[in-house]
């Protein structure tokens, strides 16, 4: 299938980048095609502006969306299944892709209203949706406190879910803070093989 690929991190040095090139490399060896959109290369504008923030208040998938919205959809319109990287920052995604979802899950693209106000996922076509996250922490400290929990609830649920996409999941490669080469080899095969399942 092809997959749209929504990575959010400033440095190629990263941990997070090198996960990125297994992931891809893993969806290429299963024969999947994909396209990346790196979010902080493509200088992603992650701000609501004041109009877009009145059409979505006002639920009026009539008004006018920010070209670079578009493109996005563009983007997820070619795809049957779409992909986040990015690094654990503060229990949830770096802001750029935070905004990401304020901007680019929006009225009319993500979900409709119906006549008697009921809730409508608009995105169902898309077969499957993974978070791949990089993380400091080791996942069974996280996973004690709650985070990775909080972390599903909010990416799974609110935000893939609630578009209508029937498969989701969210894979943490913890540890990265101070990781030893076995850990790190490690997570990378995870991401690698992340990739080849899709
Ligand atoms: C601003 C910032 C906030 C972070 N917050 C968390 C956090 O809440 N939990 C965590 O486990 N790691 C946290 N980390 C560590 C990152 O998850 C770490 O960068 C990650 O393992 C990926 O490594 P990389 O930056 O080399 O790709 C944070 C790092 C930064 C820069």
Redesign the pocket.
Known sequence: MHIYIVYA?PSDQ????AALGEFTRGLADAGHTFEVGDLYRMNFAPLLDPAQYRREMDYDAGAPLPGDVQAEHAKIEKAEGLAFVY?????DCPAILKGWFDRVWCYGYIYELDDSGKFVPLLGRIKKALALC????APEF?EAHGIIASMRRIMLTNRLASAGIPATDLVILGG??RADEALRRRNLQEAYRQGRDF
């Open positions: 991190h990263s941990f997070t980048y690094p654990v920052w503060w229990g990089a993380m400091g922490d996280s990265m803070t």
